[in-house]
């Protein structure tokens, strides 16, 4: 096979070869040729041009003087000067054509008349002697120097025209000789390309069908080995790998068989119902417990609520959705009872990260629901009931301290204050579980109004610099240009930058800085504080918004209420809370509220 097309592609070969060796000569024949003309013939006319220029302004200065301009025509002349010279140095260093000699003495003689000629013009002090020696001497040799000029000029431009002609001659004929040299390539081309096509191509043709119908799935093919070249062995390494694929095939389908129906075996046993899709959101898969539920609620082939919109995205590329809340449940009617369900949508995705389906697990939380309300209003109706007495104790406290009733001893005093300041932290954990209570059952109305970013950061920072101060703190704030506004209740959103940059302050040592920032993000507007404090370690991060968690060992107080007010305060606003530490190195907590569809500053 290699002799066969070393052989019928030799006479082309030597056809290129000997095609490139000629256009390289011609090409640098022509290259010499245009070399000449731009490095010769064109940098004589470049200087004739500039001596022509430089003694047309020279003449222009001396005509100057004669009419009341001497300054002038005095600096023109020295300015052009030395250009004039400067071309007849060129012209005198790059004469290459016959003649070309005689024309640049005979400008460089002329040259130094002129320059005689006019030393004793500006030396000359009489406007008629000058006049007279302008007319007389200067005039005819400027039009002498320039008229020579203009034959370098003119001589140097002939010699290029004719370069031209002779470089147009020669592409002229090599353009034939190449049109023949292609067309006998052409021909030669044709005459072995059907010899070669018949042994070479036929079977590369028949093996490229082959190819794709095995492409295709269809692995029953055989290919004919009609011959002991590279292509015969060709041919028969393909038949062998055709025969591994069919077998390959059989174990991959059985491999495959079996792991569905593992699959299925698992998902069967699972007590949630769960679903899987397609790409293009069609149910291709449910366990028995989704098979008895969409029989129950009567939905079949699609998902309750807004699960599958919320599918949809997951499959168009949004993040998995794994609420952990719930009002985000789905509630549906099974045998006349309220079932909540959880929905989880989880991507499936190949390893470069593209959706090829998605899972749905619908968990029934409404056992747990009911625990979580019971929990919500027990604590509640507790927090309400201990409100009245605490309050009589506590005025109780503030008339004896008063002394209204009677005088008081140091130590008594000493311990009423106590008693009181335990009162009022009693009342303030109290306040903060109804708060709480409250936010969690969804009753708390929120009185909205657009305000700017910008300007929600001003006014918190005006109405915290105090507080930071009273603990020998400062605050700093940074405002992204440009922000838009958010829609919020000040009085809500006020309490969650108040509980941040008081645990801030608390953990920040005196002389620091607490940062209060604003800046956009993905459509959002993050609000974040940033304090330098020992930080928050990795273990305890993903509780810190828990009800009454505080980290071990902290000692700046509090109930471990604030955070889990705030977080449902930024959750009512549609926003997201959470925070970046490192031990030892600060702690940022941040929320995001959406922007709103107005821009405020």
């Given amino acids: 096979m290699k002799k066969r097309i070393i052989i019928g592609l030799a006479p082309i070969f030597v056809l290129i070869v000997a095609m490139g060796g000629y256009a390289i000569l011609l090409f640098a024949k022509l290259g010499s040729q245009v070399d000449v003309v731009l490095r010769e ?20 200065a001396l005509f100057f003087s004669l009419v009341g ?15 004039f010279e400067k071309g007849l140095q060129t012209e005198l260093g790059n004469i290459t054509v016959p003649g070309e000699d005689r024309l640049a003495h005979s400008v460089q003689t002329l040259h130094e008349q002129y320059s005689r000629q006019a030393d004793a013009f500006w030396k000359t002090a009489d406007l008629p002697a000058r006049r007279d020696m302008y007319f007389r001497e200067l005039l005819p040799v400027f039009t002498n120097i320039k008229d020579t000029a203009q034959a370098v000029i003119t001589l140097n431009q002939d010699n290029m025209l004719k370069a031209d002609r002779e470089a147009r001659e020669l592409s002229a004929r090599s353009t034939r000789y190449m049109a023949f040299a292609s067309l006998v390539g052409i021909a030669a081309a044709s ?6 096509q018949k042994s070479i191509l036929q079977p590369i043709q028949t093996l490229t069908a082959v190819s794709k119908e095995l492409g295709e799935g269809n692995l029953d093919q055989v290919i004919p080995v009609e011959s002991r070249d590279e292509l015969g062995e060709l041919a028969d390494a393909f038949n062998k790998l055709a025969s591994k694929l069919r077998a390959y095939r059989q174990i991959t389908s059985d491999q495959i068989l079996q792991a569905r129906q593992m699959t299925e075996t698992t998902f069967s046993a699972f007590p949630d119902p769960i679903v899987a899709l397609s790409p293009e959101g069609v149910i291709n898969f449910t366990n028995p417990a989704a098979i008895s539920l969409f029989h129950k609620i009567g939905s079949e082939g699609t998902l309750p609520g807004d699960v599958q919109i919320r599918a949809e995205k997951v499959l168009k590329g949004a993040p998995d959705y794994l ?13 006349d009872k309220e079932v909540f369900l959880l929905p989880r949508v989880i ?16 968990q029934d939380v409404t056992r747990l629901r009911l625990l979580d309300e019971v929990k919500s209003n027990l604590v509640s109706t507790v927090s309400h009931e201990l409100k009245t007495p605490l309050t009589s104790v506590r005025m109780g406290l503030y008339l004896l301290l008063e002394e209204r009733i009677g ?7 000493e311990l009423l204050m106590a008693a009181r300041e335990d009162s009022e932290r009693l009342l303030g954990m109290i306040n903060d579980l109804l708060d709480l209570a409250k936010l969690e059952s969804g009753k708390v109305t929120l009185n909205r109004e657009d305000i700017g970013a910008g300007n929600l950061v001003q006014t918190i920072s005006a109405e915290l610099e105090a507080l930071a101060e009273s603990h020998g703190t400062r605050l700093s704030k940074t405002i992204e240009p440009g922000l838009p506004g958010v829609r919020v209740d000040l009085r809500q959103i006020s309490h969650v930058f108040t509980n941040l940059i008081s645990n801030a302050v608390k953990h920040s040592r005196r002389g620091e800085a607490v940062a209060l920032a604003a800046r956009s993000r993905d459509g959002m507007v993050r609000f974040s504080v940033t304090d330098q404090g020992p930080g928050i370690p990795e273990e305890f991060q993903a509780r810190i918004f828990e009800r009454f968690f505080r980290v071990p060992g902290d000692s700046a107080g509090g109930a471990g209420l604030g955070l889990a007010i705030a977080r449902e305060i930024v959750t009512a606003h549609g926003g997201i809370i959470g925070l970046n530490s490192k031990p030892g190195q600060g702690c940022e907590f941040y929320f995001d509220l959406p922007a709103a569809q107005q821009s405020l500053l």
């Fill in 347 to 362: 991507g499936m995705r190949d390893e470069a990260g593209n959706v090829y389906g998605a899972a749905v697990i619908l």
């Fill in 191 to 196: 005459f072995f390309a059907a010899r070669l």
């Fill in 407 to 413: 005088p008081l001893n140091s130590k008594q005093t």
């Fill in 69 to 83: 301009e001497e300054q002038r025509g005095r600096q023109l002349y020295s300015d052009y000067l030395p250009k």
């Fill in 323 to 335: 609420p952990t809340s719930f009002e985000k449940t789905v509630v549906v009617r099974v045998d």
């Fill in 41 to 60: 013939n064109y940098r004589s006319v470049v200087a004739g041009q500039k001596m022509k220029e430089a003694a047309e302004r020279m003449d222009s």
